[in-house]
């Protein structure tokens, strides 16, 4: 069974500066990689998602990922924050042929003016 | 209305109570789902329905009885609650249950007393 490691329970960093959220995962088969985003009292939101082909893909706010197999990553990255990017981030996998994916506890983002 | 509403957003009921919560979906999707979201820990998949019929259903306890009257609606009826389940009770849907992407609600904020 898949499982999801969100090292970074809090993330804090000056607005225009760059981050990276860690994610980690453990599994022994194929698996599809998700971020999802979680603003203050509203529901998670996909921010990105890998299922095949370029290793690196990018959201429409400025944010990309990149899977990275044989270090079984997929780590959030942004060249320059907002504050609006303050927000609960959460990993999520699921294995090939498995429907529901596995979530990680979730990286806090905060971004200080 | 668009996208994944949840009524109660806010919820306090004692012990005895019996209270339900209600998630409507406006997206034409066949799968519904509720998730438990405890601070720092990892969104805990409850129920999974999929064109009205529960497909999973991970070792709930019993004082949590979800209902799927049809595809666009899903309730989860609440009966002697416990106040370790106080929590943010997440409903999300997809267009079936075999897809990797999940839309979800704004959650209701359960407090039990």
């Known amino acids: 069974a898949q499982s999801v490691t969100q090292l970074d329970s809090q993330v804090p960093v000056f607005e225009e500066a760059p981050v990276e959220l860690r994610c980690n995962y453990s599994?022994?088969?194929?698996?599809?990689l998700f971020w999802y985003v979680q603003y203050p009292n509203q529901g998670l939101q996909l921010l990105l998602k890998y299922l095949s082909g370029s290793t690196l893909v990018e959201s429409i706010n400025g944010f990309e990922a990149e899977f990275n197999k044989s270090q079984t990553s997929f780590h959030l990255r942004k060249p320059s924050v907002h504050i609006s990017d303050t927000a609960e981030y959460f990993c999520a996998v699921s294995e090939g042929g498995s429907y529901i994916p596995t979530f990680g506890r979730g990286t806090s983002l905060i971004v200080h003016p | 209305e668009t996208g994944v509403t949840q009524t109660p957003r806010h919820l306090v009921m004692g012990m005895t109570n019996k209270k339900s919560l209600k998630c409507e979906q406006h997206?034409?999707?066949?799968?519904m789902y509720w998730y438990k979201q405890s601070a720092k820990k990892p969104l805990e998949l409850m129920f999974v329905?999929?064109?009205?019929?529960?497909?999973e259903n991970n070792s709930v306890p019993s004082r949590f009885s979800p209902e799927c009257p049809n595809s666009s609606h899903l309730f989860l009826h609440l009966h002697t609650l416990q106040p370790e389940d106080s929590a943010l009770y997440l409903c999300?849907?997809?267009?079936?249950?075999?897809?990797?992407?999940?839309?979800f609600g704004p959650g209701t904020r359960l407090t039990v007393l």
């Open positions: 999300a849907s997809s267009p079936d249950f075999t897809y990797n992407e999940q839309f």
């Open positions: 599994s022994s088969v194929s698996v599809y």
């Open positions: 997206l034409g999707h066949n799968a």
């Open positions: 329905y999929s064109l009205e019929e529960r497909v």
